[in-house]
């Protein structure tokens, strides 16, 4: 079994920056995509970023293309979605995902293999 630990959500200001990471446990996951989902307060869940089991292929959702950069490290089977330019929009519980799937198809997708608990990012004005 695979327990997916998040990290680095927390309160910012707009504009200012977090890094978030995502770490499993219980076993590796090198050959999964893994990505990020988030979920505000009275909203649907929606994806964020997902980047392949290579590293080679990313994906981000429309609101956050250009500020957003997520990445991953193989070798500690680990994956980081740098946040910048947060807007109050961003605000929401952010949920870290690995999946063994079809990679196209994740943005259409709210099944994943594993999920982690989720971290709290709250922009203020």
């Known amino acids: 079994q695979v327990q997916l630990v998040e990290s680095g959500g927390g309160l910012v200001q707009v504009g200012g920056s977090l890094r978030l990471s995502c770490a499993p446990s219980g076993r590796t996951v090198g050959n999964f995509h893994m990505g990020w989902f988030r979920q505000a307060p009275g909203k649907e869940r929606e994806i964020v970023a997902s980047?392949?089991?290579?590293?080679?292929?990313?994906y981000y959702a429309d609101s956050v293309k250009g500020r957003f950069s997520i990445s991953r490290e193989n070798a500690r089977n680990t994956v980081s979605l740098q946040m910048n330019s947060l807007k109050v929009e961003d605000t929401a519980a952010y949920y870290c995902?690995?999946?063994?799937?079809?990679?196209?198809?994740?943005?259409?997708?709210?099944?994943?293999?594993?999920w982690g608990s989720g971290t709290l990012v709250t922009v203020s004005a």
């Open positions: 995902f690995a999946d063994n799937g079809d990679f196209a198809t994740i943005p259409r997708r709210n099944a994943m293999r594993y």
């Open positions: 980047i392949d089991w290579s590293g080679a292929t990313t």
